[in-house]
């Protein structure tokens, strides 16, 4: 089946700095991956639309300044969290469509990445 | 807005009983339904998906889900759970309006030995 990567899996970073996520489709192309967040002991809630070769889509309330998305090729997303604060730390997972199953809305899901900002 | 509930927040239940996990939704229109599950310390597997055909579908581990569109509802069920069941369930819809998936928001099934 379809695999999706992250890495890292786990990053601890001080407030105040960068830190980027990166989110690759192994075995297919992936024209449209999402990037999610997950709160402990809560659902995933989408942060935003990556489409490769374009601007992402950012859901209401998610800064886009902040949350730097950028989609440079049909197998890797990158994530790029900005300033970060203690409040962005949280466990983010990133999920690839693959276009191959035609009008199969299914996403393969990577296995995220804990943020931890100090 | 789509939206979807799930009712039950934390289910426990002992090897050999019997589940369902509840899970509605808000839309009016054509859906696409599916259930993830998340083990500990693992990323999200899709256990099952309905698009079309037999609201009855089957999916991976025994598990099996009826979507009722007059009630919009995509409850899970599996009739033997296992101890190894024990982790987190969500249900998800996609519609083509929103191009997103909604996911509610989850239950965690413990299975008992």
């Known amino acids: 089946g379809a695999v999706v990567s992250q890495h890292p899996s786990w990053v601890i970073c001080k407030s105040g700095t960068s830190v980027k996520i990166e989110c690759r489709s192994l075995?297919?192309?992936?024209?449209?991956m999402f990037w999610y967040r997950q709160f402990p002991k809560q659902s995933l809630m989408l942060m935003a639309t990556?489409?490769?070769?374009?601007?992402?889509?950012?859901e209401q309330g998610v800064e886009k300044d902040k949350f730097l998305i950028n989609h440079a090729s049909l197998t890797l997303s990158t994530l790029t969290v900005t300033s970060a604060h203690p409040e962005d730390s949280s466990f983010y997972i990133c999920s690839a469509r693959d276009p191959a199953t035609g009008g199969s809305y299914e996403q393969y899901f990577g296995p995220g990445t804990r943020l931890t900002v100090t | 807005a789509q939206s979807v509930s799930q009712h039950n927040h934390h289910v426990i239940l002992s090897e050999a009983a019997s589940l369902e996990l509840g899970c509605n939704y808000s839309?009016?229109?054509?859906?696409?339904l599916f259930w993830y599950v998340q083990y500990p310390g693992q990323h999200l597997q899709l256990l099952l998906k309905y698009f079309s055909g037999d609201p009855l579908v089957k999916g991976i581990k025994g598990f099996e889900a009826e979507f009722i569109k007059s009630k919009f509802s995509f409850n899970l069920r599996k009739p033997s759970v296992q101890w190894s069941d024990t982790a987190e369930y969500f249900c998800?819809?996609?519609?083509?309006?929103?191009?997103?998936?909604?996911f509610g928001t989850g239950t965690r099934l413990q299975v008992t030995l």
């Open positions: 990556s489409n490769e070769g374009s601007k992402a889509t950012y």
């Open positions: 075995d297919f192309q992936a024209t449209t």
């Open positions: 998800a819809v996609y519609t083509g309006t929103a191009s997103k998936l909604t």
């Open positions: 839309y009016g229109g054509t859906v696409n």
